[in-house]
């Protein structure tokens, strides 16, 4: 019989989604609900695998979180000196929801990196 689950690893599935959905308004308000529904699909099988203790499903989100943080690094570095008006030089939104995105991300990485969780997968 396997011992518990860690809690970490049940928060971690629980809310893997959340980093790279932190997005400005106006970009989410232009999602539709297609796009939508198949993000909530990838995710939910995602972390259904990851309670199910499934090894490729930490690389999984290990690849998912990381390659946020640098998309997150690159759209930033691009746009973030466009406002959304001439009057204003930064785009403030889109540097706080990347800054709050990237940090939920290391902390995702962070503790999914854990020895605990590590041999909790395995």
Same mark, same amino acid.
């Given at each position: 019989?396997?011992?518990r689950?860690?809690?970490?690893?049940?928060l971690i599935?629980a809310?893997?989604?959340?980093p790279? *959905? @932190? !997005?400005?308004p106006?970009l989410?308000?232009?999602?539709s609900p297609?796009?939508?529904?198949?993000?909530? $699909? /990838?995710?939910?099988?995602l972390?259904l695998?990851?309670?199910?203790?499934r090894?490729?499903?930490?690389?999984a989100?290990?690849?998912?979180?990381?390659?946020?943080i640098i998309v997150?690094? *690159? @759209? !930033?570095v691009g746009h973030?000196?466009?406002?959304?008006?001439?009057?204003?030089?930064l785009n403030?939104? $889109? /540097?706080g929801?990347s800054?709050?995105?990237?940090?939920?991300?290391?902390?995702?990485l962070y503790?999914?990196?854990?020895?605990?969780?590590q041999?909790?997968?395995?």
């Open positions: 019989m396997r011992s689950l860690p809690t970490n690893l049940v599935a809310l893997q989604f959340i790279p *959905l @932190v !997005l400005p106006d989410l308000a232009s999602m297609a796009i939508w529904g198949l993000v909530a $699909l /990838l995710f939910a099988a972390g695998n990851l309670l199910r203790r090894a490729w499903a930490r690389l989100t290990i690849f998912v979180q990381g390659f946020s997150r690094l *690159l @759209v !930033l973030v000196r466009m406002g959304p008006d001439p009057s204003t030089p403030a939104w $889109l /540097l929801t800054v709050i995105s990237m940090a939920l991300s290391g902390i995702i503790a999914i990196d854990t020895p605990e969780i041999m909790a997968v395995q």
